[in-house]
């Protein structure tokens, strides 16, 4: 079966420090990655999305960026973090199912930045 | 894709049917009706899809009605624990159709004892 890691599970970071978040996908190959966040009590916000290795797509114009080096890793980094980059970051993956051909997806446990 | 409407909030109570509704007045012929739920402080978890016919797993039943312009989800049995925001999302299923999901505000469901 497929699964879906992601840490670290809480950051507390400064302003203007670095970030790094992690997440891979064990039991399936070339997922749909993707990167959300959530901020306290409101809905998800996409920020990219990947199809395949090196290939990016940005939803939201920040000082965020992503990489996939690997098949099933995704990276989301920052060079210098703002307050409001704090919220509640979700990893997700899709692939074709074995039911239908449909592309519903599976989120990791996420990782709570709180940016100070 | 198409827009959803869901109420923002809705209770149940503990053991009975929780219908959960949602308007997508301008589904497009290829585009799927998908839910998902989000416990507090989890990931959304993702419960059904379909695309014209009824469908029933072990988490819920979907009920998509015939100019599939709305549909409602169905939890029989509510316990305390499907506590959670809620999400309609309608659209494409395919490769050539992309690959975002749009989250909108949800429906927060409260399950009373």
Known sequence: SQTIHQWPATLVQPVGSPLSLECTVEGTSNPNLYWYRQAAGRGLQLLFYSVGIGQISSEVPQNLSASRPQDRQFILSSKKLLLSDSGFYLCAWSGLSGTGGTYEQYFGPGTRLTVT | ?113
């Open chain 2, 1 to 113: 894709d198409a827009k959803t409407t869901q109420p923002p909030s809705m209770d149940c109570a503990e053991g009975r049917a929780a219908n959960l509704p949602c308007n997508h007045s301008t589904i497009s012929g290829n585009e799927y009706v998908y839910w998902y739920r989000q416990i507090h402080s989890q990931g959304p978890q993702y419960i059904i899809h379909g695309l014209k016919n009824n469908e029933t797993n072990e988490m819920a039943s979907l009920i998509i009605t015939e100019d599939r312009k709305s549909s409602t989800l169905i939890l029989p049995h509510a316990t305390l624990r499907d506590t959670a925001v809620y999400y309609c999302i309608v659209r494409v299923a395919s490769w050539a159709g992309g690959f975002k999901t749009i989250f909108g505000a949800g429906t927060r469901l409260f399950v009373k004892a």
